[in-house]
């Protein structure tokens, strides 16, 4: 199982609910869950110098393999029009130490 986390910076209210009514439906195609979602604090450090973000979402598949045949297949891939209107995205990958 891996999980991946996105950074989200909301542009569009009405694009954003848009998109995530239809969203959790491509990851299911391909083994994935959306296990939490919602909304971040100013950061406490950002030596990083990375843009403010509003909120977050986790999301797991089974193999890294599963989540790039999701994010570039063609259901997810007719979802990047309402996904820039309503936001900007960091999306990546993270291992959990056991």
Not at 1 to 24: E, W
Not at 28 to 37: K, P, S
Not at 38 to 52: A, R, S
Request: proline fraction near 4%; include cysteine.
């Amino acid at each position: 199982m891996v999980t991946f986390i996105g950074l989200i910076k909301s542009l569009d209210q009405r694009s954003l609910t848009d998109y995530l009514s239809k969203v959790g439906q491509t990851v299911e195609l391909f083994g994935g869950t959306v296990t939490a979602r919602g909304q971040t604090f100013k950061p406490i450090w950002n030596e990083l110098n990375c843009e403010l973000f509003d909120s977050y979402v986790e999301v797991r598949f089974d193999t890294v393999e599963k989540a790039n045949y999701w994010a570039h297949s063609p259901q997810y891939q007719d979802l990047l029009p309402i996904r820039n209107k309503a936001m900007q995205v960091t999306f990546f990958g993270i291992e959990k130490s056991p």
